[in-house]
Each structure stands twice: as structure tokens, then as C-alpha cells.
């Protein structure tokens, strides 16, 4: 006796279940990954303290990343002044542009430019490292070995970002501001009292603050996605080329969002901490 055939309207809600599932269980096994992660950046700190584990991701993430995160603020803050003096000299307020552009950099154009770097020039070389090794098998003979990869592999380099981000982050925010100054000053003839004064008198403590905190976040993205990707690349050369490029792109897509939930809620409490705010540059 043959199976009755099921009418296609049935068939609908299965489909619709197995899609939703195909679409989160990435999300799933992303979500368990960076739990494990944090568990063992926690529980077990002498694996991230020693200096043989961490030496090398922090020299990777950080001091190599110098020159390009430099050259990124600094010119930022050039670009910033060199385009906006005509608009303001216009309504006779070029001598404030030093706390108008200041501000910009160090709570949001500087942090996210600083990890937009660190994802494109870090993230993607992560993802390719451990992808070669997952495709090579050593990840495999790890396991096999009773060595856990997540803590002796990601922990590392997922503290590495988590720590250098941030510092990184000042570094690119000091050379902006002073990009911003160099310009201003030295081909605007902008008065150099002036462009310190109205920066001290825009940007509050909070400003900096609420940039070196988004910075922790971003870092903590980068190292996630990055190491995540590696760990589930393809095989073949082919496969540590794509996790290396998605490494970039998906952590670039986390910056922004997070930078946008981050600028949300640390305004929030800002205006919660200081009802007043700060006196305005324009008036």
C-alpha cells in the first residue's frame, strides 16, 4: 500500500523550519564558540598571562599595527580640517574647529577607523593562521592530544585584540588631533591658543571615555570573528582565502553595528550623568 502524497501547503511550514534553522545554526555555533572563549579567558587566566602565549598576538595586533593605524588617524585629522575650514571661516568660526573636529575624533570617527584597520590588517591574517592550521590538521591533533585549541590558541589572540585595541585607539586619536592642529595652524594660520582652547572647552573626559570603551568592544569582535572564521574555514587554499576575507568584512559589519547600539546607549548615559551636557562651541 503506497504512502498518501502530502499536499504542498503542508510542506510549506517544514520548509520554512529547516531555512530558520540553516540560518541560525551559524549563529548558534558562533554563540557557543565565543562562550567558550570568554569561559576560558576568565577561568583560566595563566594560559593568556604567560608571556610565551601572549607575547606574539600582542606584538601581531599591536606594534605591527602601529604604522598603519598612525598613518589612518593622522591624515584623518587632516582631511577633517583641510575640508571643513572654508565652511566654517564662512560663518566666522574657524578658531572653534579644534573642538568641533576633536570631539568627532576621539567618540567616534577615530575608534572606528583604528578597528576598521586593526579587522583589515589583523582579523583577516587570525583567520588565515589558524584556517591553515585547521585545514593542515593540526587543530585535529591538538584535540587529539587532550590540548583544548580555543584556550591555547584563540584565548591569546582574542586577549591580544581585547587589550591593543584600545591602546591603539589613543594612539590614533592623539596623532588626529594633532594632524588637525598641523593644518589648521600651520596653512589656515588658525591661532594655536584658540584651536586648545575651544578642544578643552568641547570635549569633555566623557568623549575619550565613551571612544576607549567602543574600542574594547570592537577589539573583542575582531578577535571573536576572526579566530571563529578560521576555526570553520574550508579546505584547501581556496578556504583560508574566503575565512581570511570574510574575517574582514563580518568583523568590519560588527564594528558598525556595535558602534551604532554603543553611540546609542553611552549617550544615553551621558545625558543621564550630566543633565547639563557641556557649553556649546557655537555659542
Not at 598576538?57 to 571643513?84: H, K, R
Not at 566654517?88 to 577607523?113: E, H, T, W, Y
Not at 583567520?127 to 591569546?156: I, W
Not at 584547501?236 to 568590519?252: D, I, Y
Amino acid at each position: 500500500m503506497s504512502a498518501m502524497p502530502i499536499h504542498p501547503l503542508l510542506m510549506l511550514p517544514a520548509a520554512i523550519g529547516a531555512g530558520l534553522v540553516r540560518l541560525l545554526a551559524p549563529v548558534g555555533a558562533f554563540t557557543r564558540f565565543a562562550l567558550a572563549v570568554v569561559g576560558w579567558t576568565v577561568a583560566s587566566p595563566g594560559t593568556w598571562l604567560n608571556r610565551r602565549h601572549i607575547s606574539p598576538p600582542l606584538f601581531t595586533v599591536g606594534v605591527a599595527s602601529i604604522p598603519v593605524v598612525a598613518t589612518t588617524g593622522m591624515f584623518i585629522g587632516m582631511i577633517l580640517a583641510l575640508e571643513g575650514f572654508n565652511q566654517f571661516d564662512a560663518i566666522g568660526l574657524a578658531d572653534r574647529m579644534g573642538g568641533i573636529i576633536n570631539s568627532s575624533v576621539v567618540k567616534q570617527i577615530g575608534p572606528v577607523l583604528a578597528a576598521v584597520m586593526v579587522a583589515g590588517r589583523v582579523g583577516g591574517a587570525l583567520a588565515a593562521e589558524l584556517g591553515t592550521m585547521r585545514v593542515t590538521e593540526q587543530l585535529d591533533a591538538m584535540r587529539a592530544m587532550s590540548v583544548d585549541p580555543v584556550r591555547n590558541l584563540v584565548v591569546p589572540r582574542f586577549v591580544a585584540c581585547l587589550i591593543m585595541t584600545p591602546i591603539l585607539t589613543m594612539y590614533s586619536n592623539a596623532l588626529g588631533v594633532w594632524g588637525a592642529w598641523a593644518v589648521l595652524t600651520g596653512i589656515f594660520g588658525v591661532n594655536s591658543a584658540d584651536y586648545w582652547y575651544y578642544t578643552g572647552l568641547v570635549v569633555h573626559w566623557w568623549d575619550p571615555f565613551a571612544g576607549i570603551v567602543k574600542s574594547v568592544f570592537f577589539g573583542a569582535a575582531i578577535g571573536l570573528v576572526a579566530c571563529w572564521r578560521g576555526f570553520t574555514c574550508g579546505a584547501g587554499a581556496s578556504g583560508v582565502g574566503r575565512a581570511a576575507t570574510s574575517a574582514f568584512v563580518t568583523s568590519f559589519i560588527a564594528i558598525i553595528v556595535l558602534n551604532l547600539v554603543l553611540a546609542s546607549f553611552l549617550n544615553e548615559m551621558y545625558y543621564f550623568l550630566f543633565p547639563t551636557g557641556v557649553k556649546s562651541v557655537l555659542g
